[in-house]
């Protein structure tokens, strides 16, 4: 396994990359329902304005990765750092007030409520925050008086990120954007929170089913099996190690 620190492979132009001092560090993280761990001894940073994907097969543990850090599972063992502060003891609610953003699988939308009645859902009701989302996704200037219900997959997934970056996030947790959704859609949707981390220096962890969707936009990868970290290295040569990648979706263990 190659360092975890390698953030300095290919960040986007203008990106603040991997550098400076992580927004977001698990140590040794180690968490599970009913006190049987799932995951296990996990130690991964996030640094401002980077992209890292979080890889592996179903039941590896990555949504409970994203559920700890929120605050949704309480760890058994090791820390979640925010810009260096221990969070144990932080409930979830406080957690989002300092910054952690996260969108779970099943995007959290409201069918009966109409997109621009989204946007003015946790508090944000000054125009800015409409602003921002239209911004980074000119299609749903359109559709604001359109009923969630009544949106396509791609578009209910563009209003879930939309809802999210309107929030100015500090830590950015995105679990399987592409659920039921096409790869095309997908291409469309992960560039929004590549130019969004990069201009914003938000910190970004990514759970992907499209890998090599993922892998394009993102700075580093961390790859999971069975609750446990068996490879992080750059996005370009995580990329390029097909063995595995297809490990890591049938969720073998490397030799
Ligand atoms: N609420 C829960 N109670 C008990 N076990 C759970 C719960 N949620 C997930 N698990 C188990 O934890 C393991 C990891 O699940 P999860 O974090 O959802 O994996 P992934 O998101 O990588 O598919 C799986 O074996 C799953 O069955
Ligand atoms: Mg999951």
Redesign the pocket.
């Known amino acids: 396994m190659s360092a975890a620190t390698d953030g300095a492979s290919a960040p986007a132009p203008g990106a603040s990359g991997g550098v400076g001092a992580p927004i977001l560090e698990l140590e040794q993280l180690t968490a599970?329902?009913?006190r049987?761990p799932?995951?296990r001894g996990l130690t991964l940073a996030v640094a401002p304005g980077e992209v890292v994907a979080l890889i592996?097969?179903?039941?590896?543990?990555?949504?409970?990765?994203?559920?700890t850090i929120s605050g949704l599972?309480r760890p058994m063992g090791g820390l979640v750092r925010l810009d260096g502060d221990d969070l144990a003891g932080v409930s979830a609610t406080a957690r989002v007030r300092r910054g952690i953003v996260h969108v779970p699988?099943g995007r959290g939308i409201f069918f009966g409520l109409t997109v621009a009645e989204h946007l003015r859902l946790d508090g944000l009701r000054d125009r800015t925050a409409q602003e921002v989302a239209f911004e980074h996704f000119p299609a749903l200037r359109d559709l604001a008086g359109r009923r969630a219900g009544l949106l396509s997959g791609g578009e209910q997934q563009m209003l879930a990120i939309a809802r999210a970056l309107c929030r100015r996030p500090r830590l950015l947790l995105l679990?399987?954007l592409s659920l039921g959704l096409a790869p095309v859609i997908v291409e469309r949707l992960l560039p929004v929170v590549r130019e969004f981390a990069s201009t914003q220096g938000t910190a970004v962890l990514l759970?992907e089913q499209h890998v090599h969707l993922a892998l394009e936009i993102a700075d580093r990868g961390y790859v999971?099996s069975h609750?446990e970290l068996v490879a992080s290295d750059s996005a370009e040569r995580l990329r390029a190690d097909s063995a595995l990648l297809t490990a890591s979706y049938l969720g073998e263990r490397r030799a």
Do not use: F, I, S
């Open positions: 599970g329902y009913d049987a799932v995951l592996g097969a179903n039941g590896a543990g990555k949504t409970t990765t994203l559920r599972v699988q679990d399987e759970v999971l609750g």
